[in-house]
């Protein structure tokens, strides 16, 4: 069989054909994360809002300047445990959709390897006598290429649940260490 310009043509609006449904798809994922951000901020700046005016009818009721530190003292710990649990919603955020788009982005790079490395083969099928070096020339390429994405790829998932487990570790202590000091204020 040989590689007709038909078959060139329809492999090429099959490839464009999937490229944009990618494009879509990870286009779909960042305008859902977004969303979940916008949502977030939203009902934080709603809470903080709220819980402003609450704490602000408080101090103006403070009879002396006693009162109103201890106010502003018992603020703090419920301040950092909230921005705590605002970057955990937001790191839980950004690993899901990186997860997903990882997903995706995968699942159409082995398609599209194993889609090159057919052609090739059949290329070689019907490729002229002494074109060895060139034909394994392309196989080694784009077997390097998939093996260097696998490392990127993989090297990318390392270093993300370094942060995250880096970042647990810094909200671990830092929760004990705000508790920790307004039990001594209170005291």
Same mark, same amino acid.
């Given at each position: 069989? /040989?590689?007709?310009?038909?078959?060139?043509?329809?492999?090429?609006?099959?490839?464009?054909?999937?490229?944009?449904?990618? =494009?879509?798809?990870?286009? *779909?994922?960042?305008?859902?994360?977004?969303?979940?951000?916008?949502?977030?901020?939203?009902?934080?700046?709603?809470?903080?809002?709220?819980?402003?005016?609450?704490?602000?009818?408080?101090?103006?009721?403070? $009879?002396?300047?006693?009162?109103? /530190?201890?106010?502003?003292?018992?603020?703090?710990?419920?301040?950092?445990?909230?921005?705590?649990?605002?970057?955990? +919603?937001?790191?839980?955020?950004?690993?899901?959709?990186?997860?997903?788009? *990882?997903?995706?982005?995968?699942?159409?790079?082995?398609?599209?390897?194993?889609?090159?490395?057919?052609?090739?083969?059949?290329?070689? $099928?019907?490729?002229?006598?002494?074109?060895?070096?060139?034909?394994? /020339?392309?196989?080694?390429?784009?077997?390097?290429?998939?093996?260097?994405?696998?490392? /990127?790829?993989?090297?990318? $998932?390392?270093?993300?649940?370094?942060?995250?487990?880096? =970042?647990? +570790?810094?909200?671990?202590?830092?929760?004990?260490?705000?508790?920790?000091?307004?039990?001594? $204020?209170?005291?």
């Amino acid at each position: 069989m /040989f590689i007709t310009p038909e078959n060139i043509s329809a492999a090429s609006k099959a490839s464009i054909e999937k490229n944009v449904a990618l =494009l879509s798809s990870l286009t *779909s994922k960042y305008i859902e994360s977004v969303e979940q951000v916008v949502d977030l901020n939203i009902t934080s700046l709603k809470q903080s809002l709220e819980e402003s005016n609450a704490a602000a009818k408080q101090f103006f009721a403070a $009879k002396d300047a006693q009162e109103f /530190f201890a106010l502003a003292t018992a603020q703090t710990q419920p301040n950092a445990e909230k921005a705590i649990a605002y970057g955990r +919603n937001l790191a839980g955020i950004a690993a899901t959709v990186g997860a997903e788009i *990882s997903k995706v982005t995968e699942a159409q790079i082995a398609d599209t390897s194993a889609k090159v490395l057919g052609l090739v083969e059949e290329l070689t $099928k019907n490729a002229p006598a002494g074109s060895e070096n060139v034909v394994g /020339f392309f196989k080694s390429a784009i077997g390097n290429a998939s093996a260097g994405y696998e490392q /990127f790829n993989k090297s990318a $998932k390392q270093a993300a649940e370094v942060i995250e487990t880096n =970042l647990n +570790n810094a909200v671990s202590q830092f929760a004990p260490a705000a508790k920790a000091a307004k039990a001594k $204020k209170a005291v």
